[in-house]
């Protein structure tokens, strides 16, 4: 439920702060008092599109701030859904939006007080609160088959997962249809080139190239290169341990001779021949760690001459097709692919044809089902609509949902669906466009708002101006169809009909005031005697007669005992 909404600098309006009630909320005034700019104002702040030239001339910026109650809203509500993805803590009550433009084309959005895109604030504003003109809905057609399916789904639980299922089911159909579409192309290609498919087939699996084997065979080889200057170092190693003299031979042979002439026992004689020995196992030590060494180096010789052989094949090859090397696996796969296909071409295309069979079927089941879903809830939604309108002065109108199995189908069904109506007693059905007036189709979209006000999610409808082009008697029963809706929802309508207004539980009145140097619009809450002030003025115009307040004060009572 809307609470509040501020303005600032919007337009005419420099400060502006209103508080709302729940239920019906009227709002009067005279033409260019400035009701239109609360709409922009009120739209600011549920993320609908704005300029610099809402700022009002001379300030900086335009803020507008709009605080709903979400007391009433359960968990599975798409609101609290929406905010809990988004982390804010969706009990928070209230619920702030704020809209801010700057003279500099800049604009922020911010949702109790912590920054967002616009786009979220958009998306949770059509979350809590519509704005409606006169028929706005009912005249897109494209619109009807989604207030059909919201009221559907309300009554038929299981038709949002049907929904659900029917736009897999679609999406497979589209696939295995694609699929098939490519599995003919590849056949058809084959065809045409099935000699050089064949010839290329052929030596791409004697090569069998891998998938970015060249990158993978580059590296390889830049890392047995480091290995280099390694191998050249131990080969000298090892050839100065061997020549001219075996180094181990010789240190062997000394330390022998000196143990020989050392009958008596030498202390650093001995101490000398031990080092010897020691000498001698640590470089037969370093000599068997650089015979591995080189025997490793042996093997990376090879394994680069390997490689090389290797990126010399792959290159030949793709130079022969005119390709490049990291090109040959896909291509590989591509050729068996296609000779494949050309292989068994009737039975390959037989088994695409058979799954695309089988989705399509699982797809017309579940859209059937959709279908006759939709056909119970149409039946439902025309005999609530039928019931609201002989109150609202339509006692001979017909209404039709219409629909109609189509060729094109779509992830929601294959159905089109469009508002019909009869207006008169022995008039056809005709689209809504065409058969009636703006004052019938006002209340036609006031009937369907009673209908759907039990199913819908929104907490709070404003109407504008929906009583154009009705008075009298119409224009009572359509203020009495507002105070109905109200019970269930939230409602705020701008109207010039005192007999709208009259059914309203709270009234405000808009006006512009001259303070000097400029004109400003105020709205100011009535009271129930500077109510029936209005109801008369909005009766007999500038000059408010006796006539007119008596006629005022019997409306407000006629509206008060209906």
């Known amino acids: 439920m809307l609470l509040g909404l501020s303005i600032h600098d919007v337009v005419l309006i420099d400060s502006l702060d209103l508080q709302f009630d729940k239920g019906f ?13 609360l709409l922009d104002s009120l739209s600011l702040a549920l993320g609908m599109r704005g300029d610099t030239s809402l700022i009002r001339q001379g300030a900086d910026q335009a803020v507008v701030t709009a605080e709903f109650d979400l007391k009433g809203l359960d968990g599975a509500h798409p609101l609290r859904m929406l905010l809990c993805e988004q982390g804010f803590d969706s009990d928070h009550t209230p619920l702030t939006l704020r809209r801010v433009l700057h003279n500099g084309n800049k604009s922020r959005a911010l949702v109790n007080d912590h920054p967002v895109s616009i786009a979220l604030l958009r998306d949770i504003g059509q979350l809590i609160l519509e704005i409606h003109g006169q028929f706005d809905h009912l005249m897109n057609v494209s619109l009807h088959h989604k207030i059909l399916d919201s009221f559907a789904t309300s009554n038929y639980p299981a038709l949002g997962a049907l929904f659900i299922k029917l736009a897999g089911a679609y999406d497979a159909w589209k696939k295995a249809e694609q699929e098939l579409e490519h599995q003919k192309s590849l056949q058809a290609e084959a065809l045409r080139k099935q000699s050089h498919y064949r010839l290329l087939l052929e030596d791409l699996d004697k090569l069998n190239p891998l998938d970015l084997e060249e990158e993978s065979l580059l590296q390889d080889r830049q890392d047995i290169s480091h290995y280099g200057k390694i191998s050249e170092a131990v080969q000298g190693a090892l050839n100065t341990l061997r020549l001219p003299t075996d180094i181990q031979t010789t240190l062997y042979t000394i330390q022998k001779s000196l143990e020989r002439v050392n009958s008596v026992g030498l202390k650093d004689l001995t101490e000398a021949t031990k080092a010897l020995d020691r000498a001698t196992i640590e470089v037969q030590e370093a000599y068997e760690l650089l015979r591995a060494l080189h025997d490793l180096n042996q093997e990376s010789t090879e394994k680069l001459n390997r490689i090389e052989d290797r990126l010399h094949s792959l290159r030949a090859m793709a130079r022969k097709y005119g390709l490049q090397p990291l090109e040959l696996y896909q291509v590989h796969q591509e050729a068996r692919a296609a000779v494949n296909a050309l292989e068994d071409s009737d039975g390959h295309i037989l088994r695409y044809q058979q799954e695309l069979e089988k989705c399509l079927k699982e797809y017309q089941d579940l859209a059937e089902k959709v279908f006759v879903i939709r056909s119970k809830a149409a039946r439902t939604l025309e005999e609530m609509v039928m019931k609201e309108l002989p109150d609202l002065k339509l006692p001979h109108a017909f ?103 009259a059914y309203a539980e709270n009234h405000f009145y808009v006006f512009k005031q001259d303070e000097g140097h400029k004109m400003v619009t105020k709205v100011k809450a009535l009271n129930p005697a500077e109510r029936q002030e209005e109801l008369a003025r ?13 006629a005022a004060g019997q409306l407000l009572k006629d509206a008060v005992v209906s």
Do not use: W, Y
């Open 538 to 550: 909005m009766l007999s115009g500038a000059v408010v007669t006796e006539e007119a307040m008596a």
């Open 399 to 501: 209404f039709k949902v219409e629909i109609l199995k189509q060729e094109q189908p779509s992830p929601r069904g294959s159905c089109h669906i469009e508002f019909f109506i009869a207006v008169n007693k022995g008039q056809e059905l005709a689209p809504l466009a065409k058969a009636a007036s703006g004052g019938e189709m006002a209340r036609l979209m006031l009937a369907l708002k009673v209908a759907l006000a039990h199913h819908g999610s929104i907490a709070t409808i404003v109407f504008d101006e929906i009583d154009t082009g009705v008075g009298g008697a119409v224009a009572a029963a359509i203020g009495q169809r507002l105070s109905r809706l109200s019970e269930t929802v939230q409602v705020l309508s701008i109207t010039h009909s005192p007999q709208v207004a």
């Open 25 to 37: 909320s009227a709002l009067t005034g005279e033409t260019g008092a400035g009701k239109s700019i």
